[in-house]
């Protein structure tokens, strides 16, 4: 079982659609991170939030971390086909970083 | 700064054969991380050094994969042998300190080895 379960695990849009991509989990952790993933590159860090409530805005992009610690969202606002890659959701656990089996986001032109 | 360094880029062996990735970390940079990440899923920690000492390889198949990070800067992961199901990207990463140490840094990954064991 995924300590980090990320919904939805595919998502395919036309360019100027909005989306959501969530990140659950049972457990409280200190801080969440985003980062985005494209083909044949490694994980790039998007975010890190770290208060309950926390709300960070990067240009078309806003990430949210619950007010309970256990969840996290990232908004996409009139999404673009450069937003097309793999998100991952991330958090540390016992001194290292656990990720989320990842949302496969596809923008059409 | 340079970025975290990986070679090689891709790799096609068969099974039961030897293979060996290298990574280079940011320089600085005292915590490593080698990740697996199969098609269409997370990375997956298998080992974290921090320095030149293993700080976790509870995820490591050590009846086949093997790390070393010598003089706690450059790091090589060995598989020997291969199986089909080694088939994966193998990330490195680094950062400035450990996850959990009170800090909230990110990592930065390198662009990683795509092995495909046939």
């Known amino acids: 079982t995924q300590l980090l379960e990320q919904s939805p695990q595919f998502l395919s849009i036309q360019e100027g659609e909005n989306l959501t991509v969530y990140c659950n989990s049972s457990?409280?952790?200190?801080?969440l991170q985003w980062y985005r993933q494209e083909p044949g590159e490694g994980p790039v860090l998007l975010v890190t939030?770290?208060?309950?409530?926390e709300v960070k805005k990067l240009k078309r992009l806003t990430f949210q971390f619950g007010d309970a610690r256990k969840d996290s969202s990232l908004h996409i606002t009139a999404a673009q086909p450069g937003d097309t890659g793999l998100y991952l959701c991330a958090g540390p656990k016992g001194g290292k970083l656990i990720f989320g089996q990842g949302t496969e986001l596809s923008v059409k032109p | 700064e340079a970025g975290v360094a990986q070679s090689p880029r891709y790799k096609i062996i068969e099974k039961r054969q030897s293979v060996a990735f290298w990574c280079n970390p940011i320089?600085?940079?005292?915590?490593l991380y080698w990740y697996q990440q199969i098609l269409g899923q997370g990375p997956k920690l298998l080992i974290q050094?921090?320095?030149?000492?293993?700080?976790?390889d509870s995820q490591l198949p050590k009846d086949r994969f093997s790390a070393e990070r010598l003089k706690g800067v450059d790091s090589t992961l060995k598989i020997q042998p291969a199986k089909l199901e080694d088939s994966a990207v193998y990330l490195c990463?680094?950062?400035?300190?450990?996850?959990?140490?009170?800090?909230?840094?990110?990592?930065?990954f390198g662009s990683g080895t795509r092995l495909t064991v046939v």
């Open positions: 320089s600085g940079h005292a915590t």
């Open positions: 990463a680094s950062s400035l300190v450990p996850q959990g140490a009170g800090a909230n840094y990110g990592y930065t």
């Open positions: 457990s409280v952790f200190s801080s």
């Open positions: 939030v770290v208060t309950g409530g």
């Open positions: 050094f921090q320095n030149n000492g293993v700080v976790d």
